[in-house]
Structure formats: C-alpha cells, structure tokens
C-alpha cells in the first residue's frame, strides 16, 4: 500500500474518462483543451493527480508505435511530473493495451488493477472500475479475450494505420452496447460498483472507493464513515475529484464556461 502525505494547502485530484479521440480528434479537441486548462490550473496546489482511465477512446503501443495525436495533453503531463508532482494512471476498458510508454516518456506509474493507497491519513480503493462487481458479463468475457496476451501478439502484427482504425471501431462499438446506464443512476441496487465496494467493506474498511467508467457524478455514503465515488467524465459533466486532507468531493471545471 503506498502511502501519500498531504501537506498544508495543499490538494490530491482526480480525474477520469476523457475519450479523447472521440468522436473525431478534431471534434474531441475543445474537451481537450479544458482538459489541459485544468491541468495548469492544478500546478498551484497539487501534491498529487490520479488520472482514472480511459484518457483516451482507443489506445495501443506497437513497440516504436503510439497514436497519433493528443500531444497537449501529453506535453502538460510531462511538464506537470518534471516539476516534481507526481501523477498515477489507472487503465480504463479503451485504454488498456499500455505497455511502458507513460512509465518511459512521462514518468507516470501505470496500474492495471485497482490499488490501495492511504493519502492524508485516510484509505483509498481505486481504479477505473471496469469488470469489477456482479453482472457486466459481455464486457467481462471481452476484456479476457483483449488482454490476452496471444491477442495482444496477433494485434502487433496490424499495421498501425489499419490497428488504430479497427481499434477505434471496437471503442464506438463498445459506447454504443453501453447505452443509456452510463448517463443515468440505476439505484444503489442496480449499481453493481456500489455493490462491488460494499462487499469489499465486509472484509476491510476503506474511507473512500473511488472510480471512473459509469461516465455519471456520484456520491454515495456506503457506511458512517464510507463513501463511494464515481468521478463522471470530461465529455459532458467535466467534473473531478478533490481531497483536501479532511474530505472528498466533486468539483466542476469551468462550469458555466
């Protein structure tokens, strides 16, 4: 369990779910933009940033080959970790073939699983959330088929060009199949991540569980002294986490912009 100190003044954000790419980079280049304003904005105060998954709508790394585009984004990245503030990245379900690009190029630490830090004192359980908790059996049994490392090979064998065109094929699909469950609340019943953290608090206590992936704001008190947090996304809501130290809550970016 890693351990992150929160010093006076200073803040832990989180962000997840861009697509960027989606549905076109150019059409995709105004969310972009908010993105990397908010970026600078955090440079002020940030002791640290979990970005949550899916930055991108489709993402594969060929051995001397990434997708062309989002070099913004990906410019304020590396600005923001040569000052020294550190930046963790959880893969999403439409970005999870990382293989070494950010850990090399950016010196951001890519996780695929979710992890467990303590920040200022408090437990965290975080992820993109993906795959986890009862039900989502479609995605579950394509996510086996994607990670596989055979797939994976055969995939490599695509020329780019073709690759990220098939890829982001697979990514529109996939939003599609979603539908309508990741723009509403279907219920704390219904809501197989609430329930997959409350399961987890049977065996272990944990102040906040914190995800991305349903695309929808949310906070929701699992116990007195738990909460689950679903972050949104920055197609629609462009909202974010921020832990002060004391609390967790979601905040939005240039709202009324």
Same mark, same amino acid.
């Given at each position: 369990?890693?351990?992150?100190?929160?010093?006076?003044? *200073?803040?832990?954000?989180?962000?997840?779910?861009?697509?960027?790419?989606?549905?076109?980079?150019?059409?995709?280049?105004?969310?972009?933009?908010?993105?990397?304003?908010? $970026?600078?904005?955090?440079? *002020?105060?940030?002791?640290?940033?979990?970005?949550?998954?899916?930055?991108?709508?489709?993402?594969?790394?060929?051995?001397?080959?990434?997708?062309?585009?989002?070099?913004?984004?990906?410019?304020? $990245?590396?600005?923001?970790?040569?000052?020294?503030?550190?930046?963790?990245? +959880?893969?999403?379900?439409?970005?999870?073939?990382?293989?070494?690009?950010?850990?090399?190029?950016?010196?951001?630490?890519?996780?695929?699983?979710?992890?467990? +830090?303590?920040?200022?004192?408090?437990?965290?359980?975080?992820?993109?959330?993906?795959?986890?908790?009862?039900?989502?059996?479609?995605?579950?049994?394509?996510?086996?088929?994607?990670?596989?490392?055979?797939?994976?090979?055969? +995939?490599?064998?695509?020329?780019?060009?073709?690759?990220?065109?098939?890829?982001?094929?697979?990514?529109?699909?996939?939003? $599609?199949?979603?539908?309508?469950?990741?723009?509403?609340?279907?219920?704390?019943?219904?809501?197989?991540?609430?329930?997959?953290?409350?399961?987890?608090?049977?065996?272990?206590?944990?102040?906040?569980?914190? +995800?991305?992936?349903?695309?929808?704001?949310?906070?929701?008190?699992?116990?007195?002294?738990?909460?689950?947090?679903?972050?949104?996304?920055?197609?629609?809501?462009?909202?974010?986490?921020?832990?002060?130290? *004391?609390?967790?809550?979601?905040?939005?970016?240039? *709202?009324?912009?």
């Amino acid at each position: 369990m890693k351990s992150i100190e929160v010093p006076s003044g *200073k803040k832990i954000y989180f962000a997840s779910d861009n697509h960027l790419g989606a549905p076109s980079s150019e059409l995709s280049q105004p969310s972009e933009m908010k993105f990397v304003r908010w $970026l600078e904005t955090l440079r *002020k105060d940030a002791a640290a940033i979990f970005l949550l998954g899916d930055l991108f709508d489709f993402w594969f790394e060929y051995n001397t080959v990434v997708p062309k585009g989002f070099t913004r984004t990906l410019g304020k $990245l590396a600005e923001i970790t040569d000052s020294g503030i550190p930046v963790y990245y +959880f893969v999403g379900n439409h970005d999870l073939w990382m293989n070494g690009y950010f850990e090399e190029e950016l010196n951001i630490p890519v996780y695929h699983r979710p992890q467990i +830090f303590e920040i200022g004192g408090k437990k965290f359980f975080i992820g993109h959330g993906d795959g986890l908790g009862p039900g989502d059996k479609g995605f579950k049994r394509m996510k086996k088929v994607f990670t596989n490392p055979t797939s994976k090979w055969l +995939f490599r064998w695509l020329h780019p060009d073709l690759g990220v065109r098939l890829g982001q094929y697979f990514s529109v699909r996939n939003r $599609l199949l979603s539908g309508e469950e990741d723009v509403r609340f279907l219920g704390e019943d219904k809501e197989w991540l609430v329930q997959y953290a409350k399961r987890k608090l049977e065996n272990q206590h944990f102040d906040y569980f914190v +995800f991305g992936h349903r695309h929808l704001p949310l906070d929701i008190a699992l116990s007195e002294n738990s909460r689950y947090i679903n972050l949104g996304d920055w197609i629609g809501y462009f909202s974010y986490g921020v832990f002060d130290g *004391k609390a967790l809550q979601i905040e939005y970016f240039e *709202k009324d912009a």
